[in-house]
C-alpha cells in the first residue's frame, strides 16, 4: 500500500501498522508548518506514565512556513533532555543496550539540519530497525488531493494490542505510544506485532492531535 503522510518525530505506532514490504512512504514536504502535532513531537512511556517530548524549531514568525524550511533550533539543550528522558524510560528494556547505538546520534546533532531531513532519517533508522523494506519518496509539490491512503491529517485506524512495557505492572499497557516504545520493548519481535494489527482503509480513522 501506498500512502502520504506529513513528516513526524518518531511517529506513534498505528503509522507503521499500514505498512508491508514493497510499499512506498511519501512524505509531504510542501504544506505549512503546524505546531503542537506529531510533527515535533513524541510520546514515550516512562515510570510515570506517557512523557512529551517537543522538538524546538526555526522559522519565519508572521508568515507560513513550509515543513521543508523549518530548522532545529540547537541553541536549546532538547537533545540533552530528550536522551536523558529515553534512557530514564527504556534503560531497563529488553532492548535498549541492542539498539541505542542506532538512536543516539539523533540527539547529537551539532550542524543545521532542517526538522524535514531530521524527520526522515528517524523514519529510514525506522523502518529498518523493524526490517521492513519501505520506500521513502517526497511530494514534489504541494499534494491537494491523493487518490491513496492519505494520511496527513488523520491517524491510521488500528485495534491496540498489549505488548510488553516496561512499567506495565504499574500502570498497566499505554497504548498510542512513539514507535520507540514498540522497538525497545519488542526488538526484532516488533514487526508481527504490527503485522496482526487491523488494517485501516484510510477513511475512518482518527483526528491527528
Known amino acids: 500500500m ?3 503522510f506529513s513528516t513526524g518525530y518518531w511517529l506513534p505506532v498505528a503509522f507503521f ?10 512524505i509531504e514536504q510542501y504544506e505549512h508548518y503546524q505546531k503542537q502535532t506529531n510533527r515535533t513531537r513524541c510520546s514515550i512511556c516512562g515510570a510515570n506514565g506517557p512523557q512529551n517530548l517537543v522538538v524546538p524549531v526555526m522559522r519565519k514568525h508572521g508568515e507560513k512556513n513550509l515543513i521543508k524550511d523549518v530548522m532545529l533550533d540547537l541553541s536549546k539543550d532538547w537533545q ?6 529515553i534512557v530514564s524510560a527504556y534503560s531497563s528494556s529488553p532492548y535498549f543496550e541492542y539498539y541505542q547505538d542506532d538512536i543516539r546520534p539523533f540527539y547529537e546533532i551539532t550542524g543545521p539540519i532542517s526538522l524535514f531531513d531530521y524527520n526522515r532519517e528517524i523514519l529510514a533508522c525506522c523502518f529498518r530497525l523493524l526490517e521492513m523494506d519501505v520506500k521513502i519518496s517526497e511530494t514534489e509539490s504541494y499534494m491537494k488531493s491523493y487518490s491513496g491512503y492519505d494520511y496527513r491529517k488523520i491517524t491510521p485506524a488500528y485495534e491496540p494490542k498489549p505488548y510488553y512495557q516496561v512499567f506495565a505492572r504499574k500502570q498497566g499497557f499505554v497504548p498510542g505510544q512513539s514507535v520507540l516504545d514498540l522497538i525497545l520493548n519488542e526488538g526484532p519481535e516488533a514487526w508481527k506485532y504490527l503485522e496482526s494489527e487491523t488494517k ?3 477513511k475512518q480513522n482518527l483526528q491527528i492531535g
Open 2 to 4: 501506498d500512502a502520504v
Open 80 to 85: 540533552r533532555v530528550h536522551w536523558l528522558a
Open 200 to 202: 485501516s482503509d484510510g
Open 17 to 26: 501498522s499500514v505498512f508491508r514490504a514493497g510499499d512506498t512512504c511519501i
